[in-house]
């Protein structure tokens, strides 16, 4: 059994996150979390206790791959060595890359290289229509990752997320919109969680897989799934597609989550 998961708000949680969702934020992070990424010197990431030795059984046993649609050089800001655990293979930039033993697998990057061409003339291209239908006050920063997908930081106070289904629209089907926090992603359809954790598990020899994902990016890993795994926030929840998607709803709200989702694993 394999157990793929993404990562930000799904198993480690941002002190943004936190603020959000917690009165006092700095009792359960005293209590019950260990910080497992600085960002610029500072605390930025925590992830609970109580999920460690878990992780670290299934590290052990080889079934645990981390999926996310960070970059490269961000998934490696992330310190599980400091906890026992090094994941033989992970996926980052939402499947466009595959790292074994923290090096960039050649043949899936080969791979990837043959569908994602003309990249930054595209990504320039989705940016300027997404910008002529979010209006200029919503927007913090722009981004490009890896020269593979973009994304806007917003001022989500200021996003009407009613925007959403005409942004969709107006870049057609080869684009996959997702809403996370404050951070507005366009996808590549060619880049997929899923597609390329298919890769990993003819590495491994593995066919079953327990996954867990909070946005609407890691639903084609999730639904793909023996058994897919969701928290009780973010864009799939909000949205109530676990019923649709058959997807298991863990217990325990916010970072609590997390500790329900390794129960069900």
């Not at 799939?236 to 019923?243: A, E, H």
């Amino acid at each position: 059994m394999i157990f793929a998961s993404d990562l930000d708000q799904t198993l480690i949680y941002s002190i943004n996150f936190m603020d959000k969702h917690y009165t006092n934020p700095e009792v359960i992070i005293q209590s019950s979390l260990s910080l497992i990424e600085y960002y610029n010197g500072k605390p930025l990431c925590y992830i609970h206790n109580h999920i460690i030795d878990k992780l670290k059984q299934l590290d052990n046993q080889g079934s645990f791959v981390p999926v996310t649609t960070r970059t490269e050089e961000q998934y490696k800001r992330i310190e599980f060595g400091k906890l026992g655990i090094q994941p033989t293979y992970a996926i980052t930039s939402n499947g466009a890359k595959v790292l074994k033993n923290g090096e960039v697998d050649k043949e899936w990057e080969n791979t990837m290289k043959l569908k994602l061409t003309d990249r930054a003339s595209e990504n320039h291209r989705i940016i300027q229509l997404a910008q002529d239908i979010i209006p200029q006050q919503c927007i913090k920063k722009i981004r490009t990752a890896e020269n593979i997908f973009s994304y806007i930081v917003l001022y989500r106070e200021l996003f009407n997320e009613q925007l959403l289904p005409q942004i969709e629209k107006k870049l057609g089907g080869d684009w996959h919109v997702s809403l996370q926090g404050n951070k507005l992603y366009f996808m590549p359809s060619a880049v997929s969680k899923w597609n390329a954790l298919q890769y990993v598990l003819q590495q491994l020899e593995q066919d079953k897989v327990i996954a867990a994902g909070d946005s609407l990016l890691d639903l084609p890993l999730l639904k793909n799934a023996h058994l897919g795994i969701i928290p009780s926030h973010g864009e799939i929840f909000n949205q109530s597609l676990q019923d649709r998607f058959s997807l298991k709803v863990a217990k325990g709200k916010a970072i609590e989550a997390s500790v329900g989702i390794l129960n069900l694993v």
